[in-house]
């Protein structure tokens, strides 16, 4: 997944931002010490694969504002950028924590994706559900259903298009599932 979604605002069902959350390992006592402390990070006790027990402290990216915080006493062997979303488009999931933001009408929150039911571009036909992460991807998701010739090297920077169910891509659906997504668009 991208590390940010269009979600469906429960309060206005407007088009708001779900953002991932970004966790980094904590090293020391000393440093869970700084980190519970910390009023930027919140702190996950989790178990590692041979069930040994570790922490990762949290920063929930789109919280405080776009930007990662300064923060000028970071322990040792930390940069904020640790927090920063990697340079990849997609993201491997492991997490749904986040945080939401919806502009319409100001709520903002930490918040646990449930995907894709709270994608904001989706729409059903004959009773299966099409989405799409955000409104660029919902413009590739048209053209690729609305073309006559599909292409795959589309799939390269779209890999989900690789994974529509048969039932939106045939002749008769064509029209009514880009009419359908277009309308999530205006
Ligand atoms: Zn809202």
Redesign the pocket.
Known sequence: MPHRVAVT??????E?VFEFAERVRIKTKNDLHWFEKSKHFDCLKEAGPNGQEYHSAIYYNGLMGNALPLISDLPRGYRIDDWAHSDHMFRSLNDWRGTFV?E????RSKHSLDWPREAYFQIEYRDQNLWAFDRASTVELIDYIGASHRKTDDFIYWPFLMKIPHVFLTRQARETVEKRLRKRLA
Do not use: D, L, V
């Open positions: 605002c429960p309060e206005c069902a407007g708001a919806c319409s009408c100001g709520k």
